[in-house]
């Protein structure tokens, strides 16, 4: 109960303003009056407050139990409970993935072994093989802890895009070289010929292949062209043929001309006569000789040591045995003498002007 003067009119109208809440107050006159307002209007919301509230709500906020705190320590508590689990079970896949990627390192490894693949090629795809498996098993494990890996694998998606265009031509040459080291069309020391390349096979890389032909240069061939093209292998296969030309004469004796060639092949270590026979054969009929052609099969160790001295015994066998070696002729006919060709005298023709002359000379 608020005591009040009776002489105060003021103070008449707070009154009136306490005992009815509903009742808007009029327009404050003064300081005083002010000051009552204020205290009422805190007082009633208090009230009001103090209605509506739980008495539970009103304990917890008394005992400190409802704080912002406390709920931040719960929702972290309830996030490691959640948290631990998954971390644990990604810490396992790492751990279990990281032995597989190894074991599977190995088996890719003596794969290649057993398919004699080059040491170069062993080590990359051994590599390469080892890094894809562990980023793989990475993101399975981040998919776990619940870092989504999806952002990650379109940005890599991205960059390899990017990159796969702008080295297109580099791509090409190391699939090639996959190619080349593990279907192996040619080896170190083989001797191929790949379109105007010839040469023996120096090193074999992962770009290019070097090639060593026989003026001492370095040949460096993309391994897109070795891979895609065809070539000739010399020196795949343990023995080859050697096709040398012995020519000789219109009119000369074949047989006889065959009896030498033959005591020379007998007469040659070089020459394999198993599991293929030597042949010998008349293969061209040209302008001034007659080619007989000489099947020669040998190892191919021994392929270029035949080559350079097998035509050298042909030469000395017919020159011993008279076989003539033909050369080109050109025969030389001198006609009869014919009398002198005459050409009759002419006579002086009366040259008329032309329309040109006309115009130019004298104007006639």
């Not at 619940?146 to 265009?165: D, P, V």
Request: with cysteine; aromatic share 6%; hydrophobic share 45%.
């Amino acid at each position: 109960m608020l005591l009040l003067d009776d002489n105060t009119t003021s103070l008449i109208a707070a009154t009136a303003m306490q005992s009815d809440a509903s009742t808007v107050p009029p327009p404050a006159d003064d300081e005083f009056t002010q000051m009552m307002q204020t205290r009422d209007s805190i007082h009633n919301a208090l009230k009001d407050s103090l209605k509506g509230m739980d008495i539970n709500d009103l304990k917890a906020v008394v005992s400190g139990e409802n704080t912002i705190l406390q709920d931040g320590v719960r929702e972290l508590t309830q996030l490691t409970v959640q948290f631990i689990p998954r971390l644990l079970v990604a810490i396992l896949i790492l751990w279990i993935g990281f032995k597989l990627t190894k074991m599977l390192k190995k088996i890719i490894i003596r794969a290649l072994d057993k398919r004699n693949a080059d040491a170069s090629l062993k080590s990359f795809l051994g590599s390469l093989s080892d890094v894809l498996l562990k980023a793989m098993i990475i993101f399975m494990a981040m998919d776990v802890v619940g870092i989504k890996a999806t952002s990650f694998i379109a940005l890599l998606g991205a960059m390899g895009l990017a990159i796969g265009m702008a080295l297109q031509g580099t791509l090409q040459n190391f699939a090639g070289g996959v190619i080349i080291l593990l279907m192996k069309p040619f080896k170190v020391d083989d001797y191929i010929e790949c379109g105007p390349y010839k040469g023996y096979i120096k090193e074999i890389r992962i770009f290019h292949t070097f090639m060593r032909p026989f003026n001492g240069r370095t040949i460096i061939i993309p391994n897109s062209e070795l891979a895609t093209k065809s070539l000739i292998n010399h020196t795949k296969e343990p023995i080859i043929r050697l096709d040398v030309v012995a020519s000789v004469a219109y009119g000369t004796d074949l047989k006889k001309a065959k009896e030498v060639l033959w005591e020379v092949v007998n007469n040659e270590p070089l020459i394999v006569h198993e599991p293929k026979a030597p042949t010998i054969a008349v293969s061209e009929l040209n302008n001034s000789s007659v080619d007989i052609t000489l099947w020669l099969w040998t190892t191919v160790e021994d392929y270029w040591e035949l080559w350079k001295h097998i035509r050298e015994d042909i030469y000395i066998a017919f020159n011993n045995a008279g076989v003539e070696i033909p050369f080109p002729q050109v025969t030389v006919h001198q006609p009869a003498e014919k009398p002198a060709i005459r050409m009759e005298p002419r006579a002086a023709v009366e040259r008329h002007s032309s329309v040109e002359g006309e115009r130019i000379g004298t104007g006639d």
